[in-house]
């Protein structure tokens, strides 16, 4: 599986909406200006982000516990990457085609990456693995929008106490057809990015 950088500048002019960079072609909104101009800048912020966790925990409905924040969700897979590796796994499941940076993690950690296009095909794999795995799933999948069954979310749910989880839920809110399928159970025992 080779690199592919992501987003930014390619040496052409700047396109106008630029997707694998979240570039965000508006201007800022004057509620924004207006909170950091009143912002207290004279103490470092809280490194436990309380407040923050805290209004995440009650917006997506889970315990603050669950809530980490990153850097942005590059740095969240690399992150969670990691912390899979020092708890002994070895292998990391991607969707192809994909985020490049789930194979960059793992590959910079050494990681065996395996790729997957179908939903069956990684559940076979998934039964048969002798050790956990990292599965990085894409709901709906990026770039092309894809969506699994919810019988493949279903199925998943057995599965899912051997292999760590990572959903990548950016996309849900820009879903074009159909609706969510991922099982709450499966969403529940799931590390989510969003």
């Given at each position: 599986?080779?690199?592919?950088?992501h987003g930014g500048e390619d040496g052409s002019a700047?396109?106008?909406?630029?997707?694998?960079?979240?570039?965000?072609?508006?201007?800022?909104?004057?509620?924004l200006t207006h909170a950091l101009q009143q912002a207290d800048r004279r103490h470092y912020p809280d490194p436990a982000y309380a407040a923050l966790?805290?209004?995440?925990?009650?917006?997506?409905?889970v315990?603050?516990?669950?809530?980490?924040?990153?850097?942005?969700?590059?740095?969240?897979?690399?992150?969670?990457?990691?912390?899979?590796?020092?708890?002994?796994?070895?292998q990391v499941w991607l969707p192809q085609p994909g985020y490049g940076d789930y194979a960059a993690a793992a590959?910079?950690?050494?990681?065996?990456?395996?790729?997957?296009?179908?939903?069956?095909?990684?559940?076979?794999?998934?039964?048969h693995s002798p050790a956990p795995a990292l599965v990085w799933l894409c709901e709906p999948n990026n770039p092309d929008g894809s969506t699994l069954a919810p019988a493949f979310w279903d199925a998943l749910h057995g599965l899912a106490p051997r292999h760590l989880?990572?959903?990548?839920?950016?996309?849900?809110?820009?879903?074009?057809?159909?609706?969510?399928?991922?099982a709450a159970a499966v969403s529940d025992a799931a590390f989510s990015l969003m």
């Open positions: 599986m080779s690199l592919t950088p700047p396109p106008r909406f630029d997707f694998s960079s979240n570039a965000n072609p508006l201007p800022v909104p004057a509620w966790r805290a209004q995440l925990s009650a917006h997506h409905n315990d603050i516990t669950r809530v980490a924040v990153s850097a942005g969700s590059s740095e969240a897979i690399r992150r969670l990457t990691l912390a899979a590796m020092l708890h002994g796994v070895r590959q910079a950690l050494g990681v065996a990456v395996h790729g997957h296009a179908d939903g069956e095909a990684l559940l076979h794999a998934l039964s989880i990572a959903l990548d839920r950016a996309y849900e809110p820009l879903r074009l057809v159909g609706s969510d399928p991922v």
